[in-house]
């Protein structure tokens, strides 16, 4: 008999605020949720989710980090963003091929995947890589391109700049450009078709791609499975892929063409 996992979905959008956040999980709950979903703003806004939706009875399931005790969560799809980080350091390894090199970081927001990415990223640079500035862009492409603006002004030796997304990197490149430092290879995460694109005509080098349909899909599987009492993985990982010119071609679709 084939199984029915049909859902009714309701969304919200916190808007990188932990405020909104706790704030969202609160309005889901007074509509009696059979679980949430929860892509969260950071780690200290995820405490406060799982102790609100434990004291609700709410099951709450994770995307991209979980807590270190997962006794008290539905289940997680989780990038290992950890590896995301080192996949593009690797590329530089690569590419600087044993050469002296300054490296720029454009952060996300502080705290969760932000912190994982920069991590896993500085850890997995060579030896002869020297990071010379490491600034928030907040995942917001205005941000990112004023912090770009003032880290190549500082040094405008730069060779290369980790950017944690691809819509923050876009901006980048414009600051980059603009201050004349065209020659600064850009490192980025998602594969987004626009993130392909900018691939094969160079405005990018090196992204990784973390597919968001696959986690979304993924998530929502595990969750109605788990909460059915079907077999599932309670912790479950999104592929994740370097994606440069040379196989932008085959990368794995990261989101549907109806953008869910």
């Not at 309670?234 to 953008?259: F, H, M, Q, V």
Request: aromatic share 4%; hydrophobic share 45%; with cysteine.
């Amino acid at each position: 008999m084939a199984q029915n996992n049909f859902a009714r979905i309701r969304t919200a959008n916190s808007h990188q605020d932990s405020a909104t956040e706790l704030s969202n999980i609160e309005n889901m709950i007074t509509h009696k949720v059979d679980a949430l979903i929860v892509q969260t703003v950071d780690v200290v806004a995820l405490e406060d989710d799982i102790a609100k939706a434990r004291t609700a009875g709410t099951p709450i399931f994770l995307t991209s980090v979980a807590p270190d005790d997962t006794s008290g969560i539905l289940g997680a799809v989780l990038v290992d963003l950890k590896k995301v980080g080192k996949l593009d350091a690797g590329w530089i390894r690569r590419d600087a091929a044993g050469k002296d090199v300054k490296v720029g970081i454009v952060a996300g927001a502080p705290g969760a995947a932000s912190d994982l990415l920069v991590g896993g990223f500085t850890k997995g640079l060579p030896a002869s890589a020297d990071v010379v500035a490491n600034q928030p862009g907040m995942f917001d492409p205005a941000k990112a391109r004023n912090a770009a603006a003032h880290m190549i002004h500082a040094h405008p030796d730069l060779d290369y700049a980790f950017v944690a997304n691809e819509e923050m990197a876009f901006s980048v490149r414009k600051a980059f450009d603009a201050a004349g430092a065209k020659d600064v290879k850009i490192v980025t995460v998602n594969g987004t078709d626009e993130g392909l694109a900018a691939l094969k005509d160079g405005r990018l080098s090196a992204t990784v791609s973390n597919s968001a349909a696959d986690t979304g899909e993924l998530a929502v599987e595990n969750a109605i499975d788990l909460l059915r009492g079907r077999k599932a993985k309670k912790i479950a990982k999104t592929p994740a892929e370097l994606i440069t010119k040379d196989n932008a071609d085959t990368a794995p679709l990261y989101c549907s063409a109806d953008g869910y």
